[in-house]
């Protein structure tokens, strides 16, 4: 199996991580070991197992542990089926995820955080009408995208699902025009907020811009997406648009439900599981908030600017090397790195760092869009002088834990800890993300499709790193223009830089 997702040959011994192996990839590994053994693996055993050896080891435990419980397993179901919800997973009658985005579009109206914009450019005789009826297929296949969000007094939200059949054209279809107007009428249309009362959370525009030559503007609001879900999307819009403009119906695909499939991953928890989350969690309950900013409120959501860091093969490799001793990957190095230039940048001693997580902790998750993406809160102490084999045993340690808790109940934690300033993130004004989902891209028959990835144009983070590990490894920094100046964000990049070149300098010390 991990053949199969790496492409590449493995030994019984070899390292899937040193062989490019990333965090998806285990959670996608975990998903297909618990199916094929029906016992439940997590992402962090396999990290911390590494080789196929190793991993069918535990894997191997884990049948013998369920076989012994196997006497008292008509209790286990009856039980499952008598339980609740968990609170922390819940608001107002939505998953968590997806309740956040609800209320930061309530409390912000039409801020751009809360959308999803894509962009393709398109050459190539495109069937339009195909492309519309692909659109309507998707969207009838998945329900998070035919979701409206209706408020329902001061604390619930009511989810109408509009029925498949029922689902509008959601393309729109452009004028043909010179390129310079068209790119006009896309940053409008990915501008455009929406009502979450009235619209379906997803809609699309095509402009021809020259003889076959198309602009595809997709726009989805973070309610019923997120990272992983472009790709769902991309992959399912493409295999619809080849059958209608083949003349053939659409393959039929079971309909995804996202509220169920999030009620059954929440279920599928043991209360040891929650437990543990909980005690981890409350890792968080007192941390500092980073001071970036000077005294006086900030707005909730400020202005992004960016600033690109170049990162060579060879430091990437040798980073990728300082995180093997301490079980950990590149992003373990990476993570470390960001730690100490956000020490250095501060002189804070005690913070934490936001990660997204995909939230997706069931097989039958990884097939289904909507948000179940959270951002993990990760609490950092020590000093300027911290040892950096520490630094980045502390960074594998906590990027394992994100990994086997991919949900932090925020909301609860704000209960128990001491009133925060209301007008920045809550435990985390600095975020740390990396770029490993499956890449949105759209395979039409005779039309070459590339996409145009976007800058951000507002964040809650104030301060985020972040990365795209593939062949090579692209990194920028973006931060809020009211936060950190133009020059204070190149010297936080250069300090990252700065601390990456002395965690790879000091393992191949330490190495000869």
């Keep these: 199996m991990a053949q199969e997702l790496l492409d590449v040959r493995l030994g019984p011994g070899d390292d899937i991580f040193e062989l490019g192996g990333t965090s998806i990839m285990a959670i996608q590994l975990a998903h297909r070991l618990s199916r094929h053994a029906s016992v439940k693996v997590n992402a962090l055993e396999v990290m911390q197992a590494a080789t196929p050896r190793a991993i069918a080891a535990a894997v191997e435990a884990a049948v013998a542990a369920a076989a012994g419980r196997e006497s008292s397993g008509a ?16 608001l107002a009658g939505l998953p968590v995820p997806q309740w956040r985005f609800w209320y930061l579009e309530m409390m912000n109206p039409g801020t751009d955080d809360t959308r999803c914009p894509f962009e393709f450019r398109l ?3 495109l069937d339009v009408a195909a492309l519309a009826a692909a659109l309507r297929t998707v969207v009838g296949r998945h329900e998070a995208l035919r979701t409206r969000l209706v408020r329902v007094g001061a604390r619930d939200v009511r989810a109408d699902v509009v029925a498949a059949r029922h689902v509008p054209d959601l393309l729109t279809v452009g004028a043909p025009c010179e390129e310079r107007v068209a790119e006009w009428k896309v940053r409008e249309f990915l501008a455009r907020p ?8 997803i809609r699309a525009l095509v402009v021809p811009v020259g003889a076959d030559e198309h602009i595809l503007a997709i726009s989805v609001h973070h309610t019923a997406f997120d990272g992983w879900s472009a790709g769902l999307l991309c992959r399912d819009l493409s295999d619809a648009y080849r059958a209608h403009a083949a003349g053939r119906a659409a393959p039929y695909r079971a309909p995804l439900r996202f509220a169920d499939t999030w009620l059954d991953q929440d279920l599928g928890e043991t209360e040891r599981d929650r437990a543990d989350l909980a005690a981890w969690g409350r890792r968080l309950v007192g941390v500092p908030d980073l001071p970036l900013v000077a005294e006086g409120e900030l707005a909730p959501l400020g202005p992004v600017r960016e600033v690109w860091i170049d990162v060579p093969d060879a430091l990437r490799a040798a980073a990728e090397r300082a995180a093997a001793p301490h079980g950990g990957t590149l992003q373990a190095t990476l993570l470390a790195a960001w730690a100490r230039a956000l020490r250095r940048f501060t002189a804070a001693d005690d913070f934490a760092v936001g990660i997204p997580v995909a939230g997706r902790t069931t097989p039958a998750a990884q097939d ?31 990027l394992g834990q994100a990994l086997r808790f991919q949900f932090t109940p925020m909301e609860r934690l704000l209960r128990e800890d001491a009133p925060r300033d209301r007008s920045r993130n809550p435990f985390c004004q600095a975020g740390f993300v990396v770029q490993n989902n499956v890449p949105p891209a759209l395979e ?23 990365l795209w590990c593939g062949t090579g490894l692209e990194v920028r920094l973006w931060y809020r223009g009211d936060v950190i100046s133009a020059a204070g964000a190149q010297e936080l990049a250069a300090l ?11 393992h191949a010390v330490a190495a000869r």
């Design 75 to 90: 209790d286990a179901r009856r039980a499952r089926r008598s339980a609740k919800p968990s609170a922390e997973r819940w």
């Design 123 to 125: 050459n190539g005789p």
């Design 194 to 201: 929406f009502d979450l009362e009235a619209d379906i959370p």
């Design 368 to 398: 289904v869009i909507g948000c179940f993406a959270s951002a993990v809160a990760v609490r950092f102490t020590g000093g300027h002088d911290t040892d950096p084999a520490a630094d980045i045993a502390a960074a594998a340690e906590q």
């Design 444 to 466: 039409f028959d005779g039309v070459a499709c590339a996409e145009r990835r976007h800058q951000r144009t507002a964040s809650s983070f104030e301060v985020t790193l972040e």
């Design 496 to 506: 990252w830089r700065a601390e990456l070149e002395t965690l790879a300098a000091a």
